[in-house]
Structures are given as structure tokens and as C-alpha cells.
């Protein structure tokens, strides 16, 4: 693979940088690797070679054809690139397992660390999972449905949006877009669109992405940062820059010698940063960073909250239908939009209505169904949900089944039963059947179904 010279020049002499071994890496595939779902993942791959720094990372073999595992359809698993689940140790610095946390994510399409960050996240936490490109968004909410926790918002906004939200957030983390060097192995065409001047541009977008979005974290607040470029103008330089501009100062993130990561600082203000080489450890190219916010934004400013959420317009009696379907009914509320009944944790009902009020939703928390006669017409998001109630009928199918389910094509199973109930193969929802005595009808959405034989 021909890298750009100007690139590994530019890299050469750098700590931790040795640009035969870095060469070389690129004559070998990039390895495989999934993190496993914490609820619905438990026991899976158990004789695959963890990812040593992220709890439920897993090396696979070889990659296999994941459309066709109904598992990766329940939301069992996440495939994601090795080096970027160093998030997770970035978290636990940051302290992001505490409870009652406000959190962003900025550039979060397809959902690889809001997945992650959700994993982590107490679920008295809330995680706004943000993406700019309105096209990206479906993927990004399909992702953190089938991820299936309650209290995810997903926005479709301008990082400048997060502005009218003034010191509301505790954690940021800004996946940012990038020149992408550290993905040439698996995107060779990448290299023949890399450019200095790209790399230029790349870095000029992010300062403005951070700048838009930096009123919001709050004093005291972290910000994570993270590219997948080597690209020292948009890794370490960003890290100088914000600490310049906006009194940042660098988080360490404790890391062990034999994971092969290399810890840079940045050249002026010596903000820590950690860098991925694919010949130093199984993952690909990945810079992160993490800063605490020392200055500015006293005050939390709130907006005003003049939307409703819709819990008010939720009748006792749909309340009353809704509630046996999750397992713990008083952690959570209800709101209604348009016809459908969505469910949230309790203890953010006041973040929803802040949130409505500043930004475009895509979706919130998890949507339950429509309740018509006092019945429960189920949402497949209740289906994937980690909330559903283990007493919601259902039926365990062989894996020829399930796939013929998640094409949407017509299954059998012998049973007197009649009405809604789930499929589930090991153990885990797909989603929904209506059984009607005579024939069964499939509910997986069509616009999730498989095309792949
Ligand atoms: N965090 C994601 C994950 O782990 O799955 C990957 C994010 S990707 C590196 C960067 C994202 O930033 C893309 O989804 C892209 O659409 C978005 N983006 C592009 N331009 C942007 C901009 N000007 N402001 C904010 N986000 C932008």
C-alpha cells in the first residue's frame, strides 16, 4: 500500500513513530472486532481474545457475514473498530459512570460510541446523540434502537444549535469528521483522496465544531476528543488550540505499556493525547484526547421551557396498559406523540422538556405502541428494548427461522396461541408476530428486513 510521503515525513521523528514497522502494518488486513452489548451480549464469544482496553470488546478470526447472525440483528453485539474503544477508558477517567449526567455526543452517526457511551452511562444518566447529516440520522437511530435503553435522545442539529443549551451538558465527546489516514487499511481509496490542503480544511472544521459546541459544557465539564487521523494538525494542535481559547486543561487517562498505546502531549500547553499505530497494537489508526472545561460558564442557563412533554396527555388507563410490558414500570414516564406512547426515565422528564424546546428530534427513550381498545399495539423498539418484561409472550426459533423472519417472510410455529408476541432466538427479541389461529403475521419493519440469502 503506497502511503503519502508527505504524511509519514511528517510522522517521522515523532514519539512512538517508526515508519518501516507503520509501513508494513498496511500490508495486512485490519483485524475484526465487536463489543458486546452489556445486557444482551453476556456469554457471547467467550473463547475470542478480548480487546484489552474496553470491558465486552471481542477479536473475531475472521469477519463474518454479520447480516446473516440473527444475534447482530438483536442488538446482541456492535461491530467497532478495536483502537476507538479506548473511549471506554476515557470515560471511566472522566468519571462518566456517576449518576444524573447530561451528555453529548456531537458527531454520533452510526452510533459506535453512543453505543458505547450508553453502556457506560448510569441509566439516571441522560445521552444526547447528535448528527448533523440528515441522511446519517436513520442509521444512527435504527443503531441506538436496537441498542434499546430509554434514555438516549436523538437530535438532527447544527453544532451551533447546542448553543441555546448554555453550560447544560457534563461530558462532550466530538468524534470529529477527519482526513481519515488512520482508516487507509480499510478504505484504500482513501489515500488517493488525502491531501495537505485536506488536512487543512479538516482541521479548520473541527475548531469550528468545537467552538460551536463549547458554550455548552458546563464549568467543571469534560470534553473527549477523538479523530481517526494522524494528522497532528487535527490530534495534538486541537488539543494547544482549545486550551488557548477556552482554558481547557488535559485529562490523563491511565493506560497499561502492553496495550502498545503511544501517550503523546501537545507541544505548547503539554495536554496528554493518545495515539494508535496499527503496527504497535490489533486496531487501526485513532487519536483521543480528554480536557476538562476550567473556565467560563458559571451560570447554567436553562431556555425557557414553554413545550410540553405530552406526559400529561397520556390517559391512567393507557398508563395502566402500557405498564406490565416493562419491568420496572415506576422508573419510567410516559409521553405521547402523535399516536404513539414512548417511554423515558423518570428522573429526566425535565431534560426532555429542555431538550424539545432547543433542538429537532429524531427520536427519544423508547417507543412503546399505540394503545387502540385498551390493547397494546407493540412498537418494535419495545421489542428491542432492554426494558420489556421477560413475562411478554414470546417464542424461541432455530436460526433458519429467525432468518427467514428477519427477511419478513412468512414463518410457522406450532402453537394454539393467539395475538402479539415476540420472536427471540438464544434468548433475545427480533422483534414482533401477530398470531392470528390461521397464519402468523410478521411485524419486523421493512425497511430493516434482510435482502441477503
Ligand atoms: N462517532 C461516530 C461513531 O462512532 O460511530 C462516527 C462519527 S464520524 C467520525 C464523524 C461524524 O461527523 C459523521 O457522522 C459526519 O456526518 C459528522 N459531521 C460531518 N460534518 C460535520 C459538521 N460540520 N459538524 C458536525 N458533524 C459533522
Redesign the pocket.
Known sequence: MQLPEHLLDELTGKTGFDRTQFTDAHDHAAPTSVRLHPVKGIGLFADMTGVPWCDGGKYLPERPVFTLDPLFHAGAYYVQEAS?MFLHRALIAANATAPGLRVL?????????STLLQSLLSPESILVSN???KT?VNILAENISKWGAANVVVTNND?RDFQRLESYFDLVVV????SGSGLFRKDPEAINEWSEANVVLCSQ?QQR?LADVMPALKEGGILIYST?SYSPEEDEAIGDWLCAEFGMTGLQVPIEEAWGIVETVSEKHKAPGYRFYPDKLKGEGFFIAAFRKTSGGETVKTPGTKHKTGSDSVSKKEREVLRPFLREPDRYFFIRQQDQLITLPASREDDLRILQSSLYIRKAGVRMGTVIREELVPEHELAMSTLIHETVPGFDVDETTALDYLRREAIRIDTEFKGWALIRYAGLPLGWIKMLGNRINNYYPASWRILNK
Request: with cysteine; net charge neutral.
Open positions: 476507538s455526543d456531537l458527531c454520533a452517526a452510526p452510533g459506535g460510541k448528527e448533523v447529516i446519517r453544532p468524534d470529529a469528521p477527519c472544521r465544531i481517526c
